[in-house]
């Protein structure tokens, strides 16, 4: 009996140890965020001392990509470990009132891998995978708890008149009239409280900001905005005096009110660490910083005044390097290296399968990613991409390869899929501005074949009808 009740508690024992060894992850995403705004990128003119931290702490990626240019697809894409070419979603397709086109039900996303390792998982902020109730909800998928917006084109206000705690619709104070609570503060106490209550357990948390897409709204006292006016000198735009609540809200000041949002979007970032440090979690927790996608120019906004896409061409919607090519950052305190910089090509499709390696889940080839542990760990013999492919349903339709350091993008896919691709080394040409098709066909017949082998045909997101 007594032997039978030291092994029980051996056992238990050995659990909680485990446990209190698995690495808590925080994934932070930001919404529609450019290459080029964040100073470890390059950025002059906006201020985000957090999120350099985190980079000159950690290791800072400078040829890493998004899903794809736009924010359901690309989000897909993270959260199922597929490329556009494969994930169930494909375009921002909107359901009723509220929501967007569901992941099914036989969608394996992050959340549920992290659960499936012992984790406590949370998702805060933006989700866009799935309408209130259907199988493609947060909580059907994996979150022990949500908070946050369910629908992307609502969170085009932040001010909303609701927001969404698990399955439960939160009624907020505010009009159009009369703002007074401000969703991405509404969700970042959340995430926060989430933090503190599961420090004894491993968690996962997909942090997903709304900063700093459009609208360009800000809470009327924000300091950063006040700030950012006098920093640039900006006359008031003229605007309508009253806004209906449809649409973005017009902004008087677009360039501070950005700046604001980004500055905004860094202090969130440094709370969450400071909270780590002050519950003595910072060393046993991976961090990791990125965007859906390339700065928009909406609501206002004008990308070019801050360079946000760096030295790349194109914006949001392209699939040039500046729609897709995001600002990544990892951090570890005691296990990932400070001060590194990583040229590793990369996607959203690889983090399902770094965090599954990391857990100790075998994925059985359900991924179109490669796991880039060996990448933040400094091991040798990490794997490599033949390639990577991304497709666009909107504007006409575009597809896009990686090979190496050859691009090819073939646009107006819908009106002619077998159409011209454009060609260049970024090597030499990293804003894309040299088409190099007519001298390398061989490498345009390398990158046509790869389109026409990675996409499948979806018939909720239909693309491109070729004779074969």
Known sequence: ????????????????????????????????????????????????????????DGMRFTQFYAGTSVCAPSR???????????????????????G?????????????????????????????????????????????????????????????GHLWS??????????????????????????????????????????????????????????????????????????????NGKGYQPQAYPRAAYAAMVTK???????????????????NTLIVFTSDNGPHAEGGNEPEFFNSSGQFRGIKRSLSEGGIRVSTIATWPGTIRPGQTSNHIGAFWDFLPTFAELAGINLQNRTDGISILPTLLNKPKQTKHKFLYWEFHEDGGRQAVRIGNWKGIREQVLQNPNGPIELYDLSKDPGEKDDLAKTNP???????????????????????????
Request: positive net charge; charged residues 20%; contains cysteine.
């Open 442 to 468: 061989k490498i345009v017949k390398r990158i046509e074949k790869v389109m026409l082998e990675q996409h499948t045909e979806n018939e909720h997101f239909p693309f491109l009808k070729r004779n074969r």
């Open 166 to 243: 698990n399955t439960k619709r939160i009624a907020l104070k505010n009009t159009p009239h009369n703002q007074t609570e401000y969703a991405p503060q509404l969700i970042q106490k959340q995430a926060i409280r989430f933090i503190e209550t599961n420090k004894a357990n491993p968690f996962f948390v997909y942090l997903a900001y709304t900063l700093p897409h459009a609208a360009l709204q800000l809470p009327a006292d924000d300091q950063a905005f006040e700030y950012y006016k006098r920093k640039f000198k900006e006359d008031s735009r003229n605007i309508p005096t009253s806004w």
């Open 265 to 283: 979007l860094d202090n969130y970032v440094g709370e969450i660490v400071n909270k780590l440090k002050a519950l003595g979690l910072e060393k």
């Open 76 to 98: 897909a894409s993270l959260m199922t470990g597929y490329h556009t070419g494969k994930t169930a979603i494909r375009g921002n397709h909107e359901i009723g009132e509220e």
């Open 100 to 160: 967007q086109f569901p992941l099914p039900d036989s969608a394996y996303t992050m959340p549920e891998m992290f659960k499936d390792a012992g984790y406590i998982t949370g998702v805060f902020g933006k989700w866009g995978l799935g309408y209130p109730g259907s199988e493609g909800d947060p909580t059907r998928q994996g979150a022990d708890q949500f908070y946050g917006y369910n629908c992307q084109r609502q969170s085009h206000n932040f001010f909303p």
């Open 1 to 56: 009996m007594r032997f039978k009740l030291f092994v029980c508690l051996f056992t238990m024992l050995v659990v909680v140890a485990k446990a209190q060894q698995m690495p808590n992850v925080i994934f932070i995403l930001a919404d529609d965020l450019g290459y080029g705004d964040l100073g470890c990128y390059g950025q002059t003119k906006i201020a985000t001392p957090h999120i350099d931290k985190l980079a000159a």
